[in-house]
């Protein structure tokens, strides 16, 4: 009861302060699971959320039409060695467009792989709703639209790029 009691509260403040990690030992299914659509920030936060707990279907789906390895096997491929994901959200604007409302999210992702390799990635995610109200079933919530991230060198606190864009 007390390692889900941490998991919970260290899951709370991860929400307040834009960092979402879980301890190593809570990786997989002892993480909380999250789910929120309601922003692109806490969105990008529920992929890693897939990700920790290794729920690959969920983490895929959250790209919508738009899956970032081509196949779902290529995206399960792609974290076959990792064992611990943390990602920073950094400020998030939302731009309106032709009935859809983007949302840029900067942010910096640590990874640690089976060797204890840590390695940091920065980047843009774009998150996507079409206008709910103009909707025809099946709806189509909020998605990632696309993701650009390189390996940086920069410390993982420091990695969140100031500002992202949306697609023009």
């Not at 509260?9 to 301890?23: D, H, I, K, M, Y």
């Not at 999250?34 to 990700?51: C, E, P, T």
């Not at 995206?75 to 064992?83: C, E, Q, R, W």
């Amino acid at each position: 009861m007390h390692h889900r009691a941490f998991a919970s509260l260290a899951l709370s403040a991860a929400l307040l302060t834009g960092t979402f990690a879980v301890p190593h030992a809570a990786f997989a299914q002892d993480a909380p699971y999250v789910d929120d659509r309601s922003d692109g920030a806490k969105l990008v936060q529920s992929l890693y959320n897939a990700i920790e707990r290794k729920e690959y279907a969920r983490a895929y789906a959250y790209f919508g039409d738009k899956p970032p390895a081509g196949d779902y096997a290529s995206f399960v491929l792609g974290y076959k060695n990792t064992v611990d994901v943390e990602v920073k959200t950094g400020v998030v604007t939302q731009e309106g467009a032709a009935g859809s409302l983007y949302a840029p999210v900067p942010v910096a992702v640590r990874s640690v792989d089976k060797d204890g390799k840590e390695r940091v990635f920065a980047g843009c995610y774009v998150t996507r709703i079409v206008n709910a109200a103009i909707q025809e079933p099946p709806f189509t919530p909020l998605h990632i639209e696309s993701a650009e991230l390189g390996e940086v060198k920069t410390p993982f606190a420091e990695a969140v790029p100031k500002v992202c864009h949306s697609p023009s």
